[in-house]
C-alpha cells in the first residue's frame, strides 16, 4: 500500500479538486488551478502517474460536486434533523442538500468505513480471535453477541458489522486486519482522506462516542460511494438475515442468526413505490440522534445515495428518508 503524507493530501484535496467546486457553498475563494498547477502537483504528490493534462483526470470527475451546502431546501422542509443529502450516483447530480458540510457525528455509520477497509485490505476468509478487548464496550450498546476466544472470520464479523451493528466485531475486524485498533483507525483516517472526505476523522472502528470522531454528509457520500462499487459490501447490506456459524474457545459450535436493523429490509417502514431499496447503515447514539445512509435504486435504475442524519425518533428518521425518496429520487 503505498503511503501518502496526510497533510498534503488534504491540502491538495481541498484546494485543488472539492472546495474550488464547491466555494459558493463554503465561502472560500476560488481555486487558481492555473497558479496551482494542479496537475503537476498531483504528480508530486503521487495521486498521479502522469503530469500532462491529456493523460491525468479530475480526481472529482465521477463525483456529485454540490454547488452550495443547501440545496433544493425550499421545496423540502427537512429542518427536524440535523443534516441530509441524496445523491444520483448514475448521473452525478446532486438532488437535494442540506447543511451537508457541517460537523455531525457519525455513530455506526462509522461501520461502512470499517466494512470498507476490510474489504479492500483484508482477507475474508482469515479466523479471528475474539480478544478480551472486542468485548470490553458498553454492554448496553448494539453487539453480535460474540465471546472471548471465538474463532470467527472476517466474513462472517461483517455480517455481524453490518446488520446487528456489533460493535464487539467493529474492534474484532480492526484487530484481525489492521494488527491493532490504533493501528486500524489510522488506516480508517488516510482512506477517508484518500477518499476526499477531509472533514471526517476517526478515534474507533465502532462509532461510540468521541468529541473527536465526526463526518458531514457530504463525507458520508464519498465513503458510501466508494464502498457501494464493491459487490461484496451491497451483498451484505441487502441481505435481511444471516446464519452464523463459528467456533467457541472451547471448539464447540455457535450459531447465531443476525437480522439487519434497516426498517426498509425488515418490513417495518415501506419505501415509496418507484424505489427499490438495495440496503445501507443505520446509526444512533445521544449525540447523533437516529441516523441512515442509503443505497437505493429509482424507476430508471439510476443509483441513489440518501443520507439522514440527526432524527429526534426512529419514526422520524424513515418519514423524512422518505420525504426525500418521493421529492427526489
Not at 154 to 160: D, H, S
Request: aromatic share 10%; proline share 2%; net charge negative.
Amino acid at each position: 500500500m503505498k503511503c501518502i503524507n496526510k497533510r498534503s493530501l488534504s491540502m491538495l484535496l481541498i484546494a485543488a479538486l472539492i472546495f474550488g467546486a464547491i466555494s459558493g457553498g463554503c465561502k472560500k475563494e476560488e481555486a487558481d488551478t492555473g497558479t496551482y498547477r494542479l496537475y503537476e502537483t498531483s504528480y508530486q504528490y503521487g495521486l498521479l502517474h502522469s503530469a500532462t493534462l491529456a493523460e491525468s483526470p479530475l480526481f472529482a470527475s465521477d463525483l456529485c460536486i454540490p454547488e452550495d451546502e443547501n440545496i433544493n431546501v425550499e421545496e423540502l422542509d427537512t429542518s427536524g434533523v440535523k443534516a441530509c443529502g441524496m445523491f444520483n450516483g448514475t448521473t452525478k447530480e446532486t438532488l437535494y442538500a442540506r447543511d451537508i458540510y457541517h460537523k455531525i457525528y457519525p455513530a455506526s455509520t462509522t461501520k461502512i468505513m470499517t466494512a470498507y477497509i476490510a474489504l479492500k485490505y483484508g482477507d475474508p476468509d482469515l479466523k479471528v480471535t475474539v480478544s478480551e478487548n472486542a468485548l470490553d464496550i458498553d454492554p448496553k450498546s448494539s453487539v453480535a453477541g460474540l465471546k472471548v476466544g471465538d474463532q470467527i472470520s472476517i466474513r462472517q464479523l461483517l455480517y455481524g458489522l453490518m446488520l446487528v451493528s456489533g460493535n464487539d466485531a467493529a474492534v474484532a475486524i480492526a484487530e484481525g486486519v489492521g494488527g491493532s485498533v490504533e493501528s486500524f483507525v489510522s488506516l480508517m483516517n488516510t482512506e477517508a482522506n484518500a477518499l476526499g472526505a477531509t472533514n471526517t476523522h476517526y478515534v474507533n472502528s465502532n462509532g461510540l462516542p468521541s468529541e473527536d470522531h465526526y463526518t458531514t454528509v457530504y463525507d458520508m457520500y464519498l465513503i458510501l460511494n466508494a464502498a457501494s462499487q464493491m459487490e461484496a459490501f451491497t451483498d451484505i447490506i441487502k441481505t435481511t438475515s444471516y446464519n452464523a456459524s463459528y467456533e467457541s474457545s472451547s471448539g464447540a459450535t455457535v450459531t447465531k442468526t443476525w437480522n439487519n436493523t434497516n426498517r426498509y429490509l425488515d418490513g417495518r417502514a415501506k419505501a415509496p413505490a418507484n424505489v427499490s431499496i438495495i440496503g445501507g447503515k443505520t446509526g444512533t447514539t445521544g449525540q447523533a440522534g437516529y441516523c441512515l445512509c442509503l443505497l437505493s435504486r429509482n424507476e430508471n435504475n439510476e443509483l441513489i445515495l440518501s443520507f439522514v442524519f440527526g432524527a429526534g425518533s426512529a419514526g422520524d428518521l424513515y418519514y423524512y428518508m422518505n420525504n426525500l425518496l418521493t421529492k427526489f429520487a
